[in-house]
């Protein structure tokens, strides 16, 4: 297939800036992958689609306040890092812009002192390699001095950081949030509970790449990011458990289901396990774990539309995105959301 199959077109107005109050009342489009039939709903309302023994996998993965303005060491030039992977003790792979002024060697200083790093190199990808240097602790260090990594396309600021977090984040390393959990409030939570529906969690640390365009005309030939996950015993039990009753597997996000999907098409079967993954998941992919998907809206020609579209059907997506234009469904990180079941 090829990219240009993914794209749709999608007026401005529909990206959604700022998150809908309280979280569990943006709007719930449900596909059935089977039959193609849609409704509308809100978001509230999915208890109305999960069945007691059904278990909701949720990234547990918290955002880092990864924006960091820094003045270089003797002009004073400002210069913007965004913290991307941590590397070791203090070294971080870094976006770092202008890049031209983050040559090796160059000495910035952010927060008035709070915190110093050294350019140590330059990659291949233009990325920089960062050492900092501190004292104290460096995440009470980022949370004071810190801004939130928000998408490009979010231009409005956002008043409460919390609200780029899901409730249930715990796991720090992530330099954007795994969206279709933001939808979640506790008391929502707690309904899912109360009606006999497990809720396990994995940890994947998403990174800029989710947002790195694809650029290649065919799309098998797109080369995927890494990103680095960890699924405990506790949870892998749950999974395997929930199979054997005949419940479904609810991925929430597409966090959670390349998550999932990389540790059996390794594995062969869903086990403890931490490592990185580059998985690819594009039409023609075979699920091996997942049986429904809660997902946001995703920007035309990404890897995430090609992942849903995996998972219902080509032809059923592009539809239903039609249908969400049409509809004025909010798109994208604090947009509206989707499930597949």
Same mark, same amino acid.
């Given at each position: 297939?090829?990219?240009? +199959?993914?794209? @749709?077109?999608?007026?401005?107005?529909?990206?959604?800036?700022?998150?809908?109050?309280?979280?569990?009342?943006?709007?719930?489009? %449900?596909?059935?992958?089977?039959?193609?039939?849609?409704?509308?709903?809100?978001?509230?309302?999915?208890?109305? @689609?999960?069945?007691?023994?059904?278990?909701? *996998?949720?990234?547990?993965?918290?955002?880092?306040?990864?924006?960091?303005?820094?003045?270089?060491?003797?002009?004073?030039?400002? /210069?913007?890092?965004?913290?991307?992977?941590?590397?070791? #003790?203090?070294?971080?792979?870094?976006?770092?812009?202008?890049?031209?002024?983050?040559?090796?060697?160059?000495?910035?200083?952010?927060?008035?002192?709070?915190?110093?790093?050294?350019?140590?190199?330059?990659? +291949? +990808?233009?990325?920089?390699? %960062?050492?900092?240097?501190?004292?104290?602790?460096?995440?009470?260090?980022? +949370?004071?001095?810190?801004?939130?990594?928000?998408?490009?396309?979010?231009?409005?600021?956002?008043?409460?950081?919390?609200?780029?977090?899901? /409730?249930?984040?715990?796991?720090?390393?992530?330099?954007?949030?795994?969206?279709?959990?933001?939808?979640?409030?506790?008391?929502?939570?707690?309904? %899912?509970?109360?009606?006999?529906?497990?809720?396990?969690? /994995?940890?994947?640390?998403?990174?800029?790449?989710?947002?790195?365009?694809?650029?290649?005309?065919?799309? #098998?030939?797109?080369?995927?990011?890494?990103?680095? @996950?960890?699924?405990?015993?506790?949870?892998?039990?749950?999974?395997?458990?929930?199979?054997? #009753?005949?419940?479904?597997? *609810?991925?929430?996000?597409?966090?959670?289901?390349?998550?999932?999907?990389?540790?059996?098409?390794?594995?062969?079967?869903?086990?403890?396990?931490?490592?990185?993954?580059?998985?690819?998941?594009?039409?023609?992919?075979?699920?091996?774990?997942?049986?429904?998907?809660?997902?946001?809206?995703?920007?035309?020609?990404?890897?995430?539309?090609?992942? %849903?579209?995996?998972?219902?059907?080509?032809?059923?997506?592009?539809?239903?995105?039609?249908?969400?234009?049409?509809?004025? @469904?909010?798109?994208?990180?604090?947009?509206?959301?989707?499930?597949?079941?």
């Amino acid at each position: 297939m090829e990219t240009k +199959d993914f794209y @749709y077109d999608l007026p401005k107005e529909l990206i959604a800036q700022t998150p809908v109050e309280p979280r569990d009342a943006s709007r719930l489009l %449900v596909l059935d992958r089977k039959t193609g039939v849609i409704e509308h709903r809100h978001f509230r309302d999915i208890l109305d @689609y999960l069945n007691p023994g059904d278990c909701l *996998i949720l990234n547990d993965s918290r955002v880092l306040p990864a924006r960091l303005y820094g003045l270089k060491e003797g002009t004073g030039a400002q /210069v913007e890092f965004l913290l991307l992977t941590h590397r070791e #003790q203090d070294v971080w792979e870094t976006l770092a812009g202008p890049g031209k002024k983050a040559k090796p060697g160059s000495r910035f200083t952010f927060g008035g002192g709070l915190l110093q790093c050294e350019v140590l190199d330059a990659l +291949d +990808d233009g990325n920089r390699l %960062v050492k900092f240097e501190y004292e104290g602790n460096f995440f009470s260090i980022l +949370d004071q001095i810190g801004q939130m990594p928000l998408p490009p396309y979010i231009t409005q600021k956002l008043e409460n950081k919390e609200r780029y977090q899901t /409730v249930y984040s715990r796991e720090l390393g992530s330099a954007a949030a795994p969206t279709a959990g933001l939808h979640f409030t506790p008391e929502l939570l707690e309904q %899912v509970k109360e009606k006999g529906i497990s809720v396990g969690f /994995v940890t994947l640390h998403v990174g800029l790449g989710t947002f790195r365009p694809v650029s290649v005309d065919n799309i #098998q030939e797109h080369k995927m990011h890494f990103e680095h @996950y960890t699924l405990s015993l506790e949870t892998a039990d749950l999974i395997n458990r929930t199979k054997r #009753q005949g419940g479904r597997i *609810i991925g929430v996000g597409t966090t959670s289901c390349r998550t999932l999907e990389s540790i059996a098409s390794k594995m062969g079967n869903i086990q403890a396990s931490e490592d990185w993954t580059d998985i690819f998941i594009y039409p023609g992919y075979e699920f091996k774990v997942l049986d429904g998907l809660i997902t946001n809206f995703h920007l035309p020609e990404s890897t995430l539309i090609m992942l %849903v579209s995996a998972f219902a059907g080509h032809d059923s997506i592009m539809h239903a995105y039609q249908i969400a234009v049409q509809e004025k @469904y909010r798109f994208f990180s604090f947009g509206d959301a989707m499930l597949v079941v």
